[in-house]
């Protein structure tokens, strides 16, 4: 793989795993200041996020995800005996900056992180790279900062692609029975600016080309199990920002349309791009779009996430030893696949340039190439309590 520096060069010991993820309100006080943290520095008006805010209220101003990632700490633990599991988000409590003060407080002496992403992008993969760095750097003067040592994408892992084969024979049988064999497997993601999809990866365009790739293989394993090759396509969902940036297209309402114009039977909805049922699917596919299927007389039924699936959890436990011994057989399912642990420096490059010091910590020196593997604390601008 050109432009990749590959797996890390030795093996490497850790002491603790951290579950790395984007965070989510837990009641209608959080809502307003979650979406300021997810929103900093983009100067998105208020009127805006008054309208996402009404979304999370539609549910209670409660998001699941914190909740799922609290089953998925619980049952890590159980998987990985003996090793410490820690839990951390970008965007609300419990914040990566308290989180990686804990550990340092409990004497952790190296971490293998989790991201809940699967797929290169900006936001996806080098963002949380940041994320641990800024961590880091807002540790108080003399602590002893852990090394943060980032799993690798796992996009093509059999412990995620076969929990997804099976969530999609399932919501199949969901449809009415003259639509099943018909049936499009609509796979969705999160839309990206085009700028951003493009730079994703060392070679541009890393993003959309996963996505592509892990679809056709979910529609490889349905076939094994029905006998049916249903046709694969590929939309997004959750577009924002202002209407003249590209983003990537189609949207899934519209697709689901389009589908129902052509004569289609009936579609499943694949929340591809998540591995639990947050926000985005929660409100974006199960009832943005199932209404938009329901007004053009569609047949639609949605795929689940893996979730806590075992063998997604044990997956999670395949890829830190793959880090404690380096011979070991890396699995993947596609010839993407398997991506390394250290990214090369120019991947999936920010919107915005970081802090000076964040950047630095994220494309090499002791956090070695990007792959946040970082031998000493980083020194920065933050401050431990910072929300950004």
Known sequence: MTGMTGTLAAAVEVDALLLVSFGGPEGPDDVLPFLRNVTAGRDIPQSRLEVVAEQYRMFG????????????????????????VYWGNRNWAPYLTDTV?????????????????????????????????AALAALP??????????????????????PMVDRCVTALSELPEKARADAHLLFTAHSLPLSQARSSGPHGDAYPRQLRAVAE????????????RHRVELAYCSRSGPPAVPW?????????????????????????????????????LDVLAAQRAGQV?????????????????????????????????????????????????????????????????AEGGRCRDAAILMGNKVTGTGRRGERR
């Open 297 to 361: 007389g569609l047949p639609m039924a949605r795929a689940g996430t893996v979730g806590t699936d075992p063998r997604f959890v044990a997956m999670v436990r395949e890829l830190v030893e793959e880090i404690r011994h380096p011979d070991l057989p890396r699995r993947a399912l596609t010839e993407l696949g398997p991506w390394p642990e250290q990214c090369a420096a120019h991947c999936c490059q920010p919107p915005q340039q970081p802090p000076r010091a964040i950047q630095n910590a």
């Open 141 to 162: 003067p003399g602590a002893a900062a852990p090394e943060l040592v980032k799993l690798r994408l796992f996009f093509d892992h059999p412990g995620f692609v076969a």
């Open 248 to 284: 990537l297209e189609p949207d899934v309402g519209d697709r689901l349309a389009e589908l129902a114009a052509a004569g289609a039977m009936g579609a499943v909805v694949v929340p591809l791009g998540f591995v639990s049922d947050h926000m985005e699917v929660a409100y974006d």
């Open 61 to 84: 101003g409660r998001s699941p995800l914190n909740d799922q990632n609290r089953r998925l700490a619980e049952v890590l633990r159980a998987e990985l005996p003996g090793l410490p």
């Open 101 to 133: 003060a804990e550990m340092a407080a409990a004497g952790v002496r190296r971490a293998a992180c989790f991201v809940t992403s699967a797929f290169s992008s900006y936001s996806g993969c080098r963002q949380y790279r940041e994320n641990l760095a």
């Open 217 to 228: 293989m979910i529609a490889d394993g349905v076939q094994g199990l029905t006998g049916v």
